[in-house]
């Protein structure tokens, strides 16, 4: 069964196809550990094939989104094996290990939610920090409370945005500003984060899930396949030149166009009503 508890989030379905994921590790600032990560893969994973789930929302119990990696924790063998889809083994603590574990756990989280069909909703109701941060980047909305902590701020510890939040800091601030946010270890709040479009919206703490929720349902009621065609060609056009994202746009119109929501759309125009897309 898709709903449940997981190692450190819960997943429920709500409302029209809206797949809550909170994180529920308040006493460690939500922080991802191993299995975590790996059942949050599995999760998004298994979200992309349930036709039920058109929107997925995540957010943090307490007063974290998550603060990023459990770095304390990192070696201990519970955070290796409680996962509930299948366990990782333990990886070793060298160089090519570090290497393997970065691009198939950390970063494939980030791919994950990233690479999603469905619409992504970060509701940031505290701190979002490192791989945290880098998740919520990763998401198509990011809603977030005023005082809220974003940013990566690995320089403080020597370390790098290894999950691939620097490529997402990049395509949001360009090179310049990137450079000054990340190589000084800013961390900004949401008010701040607003203003660098680093953000979409902000919402106070006592209204930030019936925001989330709202624009949750609002796309759960859209067309579907011309959403998730659109995100997609948005996200692509970044790195295409125009003839390039002219033909990939293309090619989606030639599936989109033909689809049924499609022909319901127009339909509801001209009859002056509200559509009601089947997906």
Request: with cysteine; net charge negative; charged share 25%.
């Given at each position: 069964m898709l709903e449940g508890a997981y190692?450190?989030?819960?997943?429920?379905?709500?409302?029209?196809?809206?797949?809550?994921?909170?994180?529920?590790?308040?006493?460690?600032?939500?922080?991802?550990?191993?299995?975590?990560?790996?059942?949050?893969i599995e999760a998004v994973t298994q979200l992309q094939y349930d036709d039920d789930s058109k929107v997925v929302l995540f957010t943090g119990q307490g007063r974290a989104f998550s603060s990023g990696d459990d770095v304390?924790?990192?070696?201990?063998?519970?955070?290796?094996?409680?996962?509930?889809?299948?366990?990782?083994?333990?990886?070793?603590?060298?160089?090519?290990?570090t290497y393997s574990s970065m691009r198939t756990i950390s970063q494939g989280l980030t791919r994950a939610v990233r690479n999603l069909d469905k619409i992504t909703i970060a509701a940031?109701?505290?701190?979002?920090?490192?791989?945290?941060?880098?998740?919520?980047?990763?998401?198509?909305?990011?809603?977030?409370?005023?005082?809220?902590?974003?940013?990566?701020?690995?320089?403080?510890?020597?370390?790098?945005?290894?999950?691939?939040?620097?490529?997402?800091i990049v395509r949001m601030l360009g090179v310049a500003r990137a450079k000054d946010f990340l190589l000084r270890g800013r961390?900004?709040?949401?008010?701040?984060?607003?203003?660098?479009?680093?953000v979409s919206d902000l919402a106070e703490p006592d209204q930030l899930m019936e925001r989330a929720m709202a624009l949750a349902t609002e796309l759960a009621e859209g067309p579907q396949v011309a959403l998730r065609m659109l995100k997609h060609a948005?996200?692509?056009?970044?790195d295409l030149t125009f003839e390039q994202a002219g033909m990939d746009i293309a090619v989606r119109t030639a599936v989109s166009d033909h689809h049924p929501d499609a022909k319901e759309g127009w339909r509801a125009f001209a009859e002056k009503r509200k559509p009601k897309f089947t997906g």
């Open positions: 190692a450190g989030f819960d997943l429920k379905i709500e409302g029209p196809g809206i797949a809550v994921i909170t994180f529920n590790r308040p006493e460690r600032l939500n922080s991802f550990n191993i299995a975590m990560k790996r059942d949050l304390g924790g990192a070696f201990n063998e519970d955070h290796w094996r409680d996962a509930r889809s299948n366990p990782v083994i333990k990886g070793r603590h060298d160089a090519l290990g940031i109701n505290g701190a979002a920090v490192q791989s945290g941060f880098s998740l919520a980047l990763a998401c198509d909305f990011r809603l977030s409370v005023p005082d809220a902590k974003l940013g990566s701020g690995t320089m403080r510890m020597a370390f790098l945005p290894d999950e691939g939040g620097h490529h997402l961390i900004v709040d949401g008010r701040q984060a607003l203003e660098m479009g680093l948005i996200d692509n056009a970044d």
